[in-house]
C-alpha cells in the first residue's frame, strides 16, 4: 500500500477491536505507533502503519495475516532486525528504538528466534548447534556444552545430540532450532511461520512443545502465522494484521465467537462460506460444554418449523472444543421470530450474518 508523505494516517488514529480482558494483563512487550517505511521514488511504501500492541507476559500471542499482511515485518521489528521508522518497541519498559548498540545486543539476548527454514549450520552437529550463540557470548565449552545437552533433552532429542541437520527431519530440525534459540535463557520466543514447512502431524508435535515450554519455563511466545489453526490450537491471545495495520486483536476464543472485521470473520469462516448464495444466514456458536445439546433438534420441535444447516464445523481452541454452524431460517417472519425468541430464551448465540 502506497501513501505520499503528507496524507499518510496518523499513527494513533481508531483504535482496532479489543476485548475488555485483553487490556488487564501485564505486557513484557508494549508497541506504540510503530510504522515500517520504505521510501519510493514518487510514493513512501508502507510495511507497517499505526502498530499498537500489548503482548502480555507469559502469553501465548498469536499475528496472524495473509501473506504480504506484514506480519514477519512486524516481528523482525519487535527484535530490531528491522529498524522501525517510527514509534517506540518497549522491551520490559526499555525502548528498543532508542538504545544505544551494546544495550540492543543485551536486549535481545532476552529474545530467542526460530525460523521458518531453521537456519541451521549445516556443518556442525545438534550439539554444536545449540552451543553457537553460548560461544558467541563467551560461555566456556564446558558450560555451553552441559546447557546444551539440557536443552536437547527438553525438546525430546537426546539420542540425536551428534546427528547433523542433513541427518534429521523437519520436526527434528525445528526442535533444535527451538532449543538454540532457549540457550541464551530468552524471557520471549519469537517463532516466525515455525511449522510452515512441516507437515500436519509434525506441526502439532511442535506446538505442543512450544505450549509445554510456556508452560514450564513461564516464556513468553509470540507466533508469526498465516494459519487460524495454529492460533487456535495454541493460543492465548490473536492480533489481526492486513494491510501493515492492526485491525483487531483480543482473546482468541473472543474473535472467534464475535469476529468484529472483514479480515478476521474470512480467517474464522472458512472459504467454503465465500461460496453461499448472497442472502442473510445465522451463525450458531456452541462450546464444549453445549456441543452434546441437541441444539437443532430442540429449535425445530418447540418453534415447528425447519431450518436449513448451510455449513458446520468443530475447532480446538486451547484444548476446548468449539464449534460454529451457520444456518438458513424460514423466510416467513413469524417463524423466524420464533427461532430468535426461542435462542434468546435459552441463552444460545444466534448471531446474524449478511453475505454478499
Known amino acids: 500500500m502506497t501513501h505520499s508523505p503528507d496524507t499518510r494516517p496518523s499513527p494513533h488514529s481508531d483504535s482496532p477491536p479489543v476485548s475488555p480482558a485483553d487490556t488487564a494483563r501485564s505486557p513484557i512487550i508494549s508497541i506504540r505507533g510503530l510504522e515500517k517505511r520504505f521510501s519510493g521514488a514518487h510514493t513512501d511504501i508502507f510495511a ?37 521508522t517510527g514509534g517506540q518497541v518497549l522491551f520490559e519498559g526499555q525502548d528498543l528504538c532508542i538504545l544505544p548498540d551494546a544495550a540492543l545486543r543485551e536486549a535481545r539476548r532476552s529474545m530467542g ?41 527438553l ?14 527431519s523437519g520436526g527434528q530440525k525445528q526442535r533444535v532450532a527451538i532449543a538454540r534459540a532457549l540457550a541464551t535463557n530468552p524471557r520471549v520466543l519469537l517463532c516466525d511461520e515455525a511449522t510452515s514447512a512441516l507437515d500436519p502431524a509434525t506441526t502439532d508435535s511442535i506446538l505442543a512443545l512450544i505450549k509445554d515450554i510456556n508452560a514450564q519455563l513461564g516464556i513468553t511466545a509470540v507466533v508469526i502465522t498465516h494459519e487460524m489453526s495454529v492460533i487456535e490450537k495454541i493460543c492465548s491471545h490473536v492480533a489481526i494484521i492486513s494491510k501493515g495495520v492492526i485491525v483487531e ?19 474464522v469462516l472458512p472459504e467454503a462460506l465465500q461460496n453461499l448464495p448472497a442472502g442473510t444466514y445465522h451463525r450458531l456458536i456452541f462450546n464444549g460444554r453445549s456441543s452434546f445439546e441437541p441444539v437443532i433438534s430442540n429449535i425445530v420441535l418447540e418453534c415447528g418449523c425447519p431450518v436449513n444447516i448451510m455449513y458446520a464445523d468443530t475447532r480446538d481452541i486451547n484444548g476446548e472444543a468449539f464449534g460454529q454452524m451457520v444456518l438458513q431460517l424460514p423466510e416467513q417472519e413469524a417463524a423466524r421470530a420464533r427461532i430468535l425468541a426461542y435462542a434468546k430464551a435459552h441463552s444460545i448465540l444466534l448471531e446474524e450474518m449478511r453475505h454478499v
Not at 68 to 74: E, H, I, Q, V
Open 48 to 84: 507497517l502503519r499505526g502498530i499498537d500492541l500489548d503482548i502480555g507476559r507469559g502469553d501465548i500471542f498469536g499475528i496472524i495475516g495473509k501473506s504480504g499482511a506484514g506480519k514477519s515485518t512486524l516481528v523482525r521489528c519487535i527484535n530490531m532486525l528491522e529498524r522501525p
Open 113 to 153: 528466534m526460530i525460523f521458518q527454514q531453521f537456519n541451521l549450520l549445516m556443518q556442525r552437529t545438534a550439539l554444536q548447534n545449540v552451543c553457537f550463540p553460548l560461544e558467541l557470548t563467551g560461555v566456556k565449552s564446558a558450560a555451553a556444552t552441559q546447557r546444551a545437552r539440557e536443552l536437547l533433552e
Open 155 to 168: 525438546v525430546g532429542l537426546a539420542s540425536r545430540m551428534d546427528s547433523y541437520p542433513s541427518q534429521l
Open 249 to 267: 486483536h483480543g482473546l482468541v476464543e473472543d474473535i472467534f465467537f464475535h469476529p468484529q472485521s472483514e479480515a478476521a470473520r474470512r480467517l
